[in-house]
């Protein structure tokens, strides 16, 4: 069992915009702004797509964006794109037990 | 071109012991905390573990009870893990990843190295 909880799945239209969840305790997401959330497309490495809860890397599109709210994070695509579909994972610094990961997403696009 | 090249996996059985090693390129190794990212068939990811640039921060999953020792030669721009009593649940595909500016976020990520633990 994960010790970040993400809805297994979700599901957006082309052209429009989904959001999702990650909850944890105030001993990670509540309590350091060290969120980053990645995306992984099946048999490939994850990409890091934000960090330190809202930041982008360089080459990550803005249609990509999120948030942080007492222990919950979230993870908003915009303007969906076949691309897009692929499992997402957020994770958290969680002090001494160093870095902890959500069970992932699976992203359909309709 | 940042590469990070996992090798080192493969078939063992269950007590066992194996080391995996990630080999950097493209970057300042030696500037950089790295970590080990698992992933068990089907599931999500797992940290392992991490070292600080020159050595001197190590951390584990707690998970591991002592089975697991990360290394790293910066001279050879390589990050190590010694994995031993290995366990069926240690199966996973184990990925070396770069931590960026001590934020818990890891920007560049191996392809991978297939760990399976089987009799």
């Known amino acids: 069992q994960s010790a970040l909880t993400q809805p297994p799945s979700a599901s957006g239209s082309l052209g429009r915009s989904v959001t999702i969840s990650c909850t944890g305790t105030?001993?990670?997401?509540?309590?350091?702004?060290?969120v980053s959330w990645y995306q992984q497309h099946s048999g490939k490495a994850p990409r890091l797509l934000i960090y330190?809860?809202?930041k982008r890397p360089s080459g990550v599109p803005d249609r990509f964006s999120a948030s942080k709210s007492g222990n919950t994070a979230s993870l908003t695509v915009s303007g969906l794109q076949p691309e897009d579909e692929a499992d997402y994972f957020c994770s958290s610094y969680a002090g001494s037990s160093g870095v902890v990961f959500g069970g992932g997403t699976k992203l359909t696009v309709l | 071109e940042l590469q990070l090249a996992e090798s080192g996996g493969g078939l063992v059985k269950p007590g066992g012991s194996l080391r995996l090693s990630c080999a950097a390129s493209g970057f300042s190794f030696s500037l950089y905390t790295m970590n080990w990212v698992r992933q068990a068939p089907g599931r999500g990811l797992e940290w392992v573990s991490s070292i600080s640039n020159v050595g001197t921060f190590i951390h584990y999953a707690d998970s591991l009870k002592g089975r697991f020792t990360v290394s790293r030669d910066n001279a050879k721009n390589s990050l190590y893990l010694d994995m031993n009593s290995l366990r069926a649940e240690d199966t996973a595909v184990y990925y070396c990843?770069?931590?960026?500016?001590?934020?818990?976020?890891?920007?560049?990520w191996g392809q991978g190295t297939v760990v399976t633990i089987s009799s």
């Open positions: 105030s001993g990670d997401i509540g309590g350091y702004n060290l």
């Open positions: 990843a770069r931590e960026m500016a001590e934020l818990d976020a890891f920007d560049i």
């Open positions: 330190e809860v809202t």
